[in-house]
């Protein structure tokens, strides 16, 4: 069975700090690693990756891959109030259908 | 419209009846799937359409449970004879098609859901 366990369960933090969320997994066959920010409703989509050791990066946010150790991180530099929501991991495998196995997600309070 | 939407936003009914949630994908895309967050839980698949292909029913709990897509763009998510551990949010969401033997990487994007509540 898939599996994708994201660490920690919940963080809190000061505006400016820089925080570092883990995302590990386990599927049967690999094909992308999904993070979402989830505030009060929809999830919205942050970084798709499908190759190890490509750093994606938007803004204050960044996230890689490391298919050898099967696991990924996602970093928001500078942390703002408005980042606070939960962050959800998601592993798509290499079928056609494409559905998402999804973590626990790392709940991030970032205080003024 | 823009973005995936839901209706309705909440729905609270007794246990023992029926619920309709209703999808309304992105323009275009012709893959839907629904997902199901409990409270404290992560998301999980229930059901996915793509085209007019047979559906992967493989995600749903119970055979209280079904969907159907009419037309490869509306899809409406039953749920019959309501128990207390239904209540979820259920999120629907669609993508852009996986193109023949090359399964292309295109994100899911979500709707804000229904809130279901069995009471």
């Known amino acids: 069975e898939d599996k994708v366990v994201q660490s920690p369960l919940s963080l809190v933090v000061h505006e400016g700090d820089t925080v570092t969320l883990n995302c590990s997994y386990e599927v049967t066959n690999f094909r992308s690693l999904l993070w979402y920010k989830q505030e009060k409703k929809a999830p919205t989509f942050l970084f798709m990756l499908?190759?190890?050791?490509i750093e994606k990066k938007s803004g204050r946010l960044s996230s890689i891959l490391d298919k050898k150790e099967l696991f990924s991180i996602l970093n928001i530099t500078a942390t703002q109030t408005g980042d606070s929501a939960v962050y959800l991991c998601a592993v798509g495998p290499n079928n056609a259908g494409n559905m998402l196995t999804f973590g626990g997600g790392t709940r991030l309070m970032v205080k003024p | 419209g823009a973005g995936v939407s839901q209706s309705p936003s909440n729905k609270v009914t007794e246990k023992g009846k029926d619920v309709e949630l209703r999808c309304d994908p992105i323009?275009?895309?012709?893959?839907l799937y629904w997902y199901r967050q409990s409270l404290g839980q992560g998301l999980e698949f229930l059901i996915y359409?793509?085209?007019?292909?047979?559906?992967?029913k493989s995600g749903l709990p119970s055979d209280r449970f079904s969907a159907e897509r009419t037309g490869g763009s509306v899809s409406t998510l039953t749920i019959q004879r309501t128990q207390q551990e239904d209540s979820a949010v259920y999120l629907c969401?669609?993508?852009?098609?996986?193109?023949?033997?090359?399964?292309?990487?295109?994100?899911?994007?979500f709707g804000d859901g229904t809130r279901l509540s069995i009471l």
């Open positions: 323009s275009g895309h012709t893959a």
């Open positions: 499908t190759s190890s050791g």
């Open positions: 359409f793509q085209g007019n292909s047979a559906p992967d």
């Open positions: 969401a669609s993508s852009l098609k996986h193109g023949g033997a090359i399964y292309s990487n295109q994100p899911q994007h």
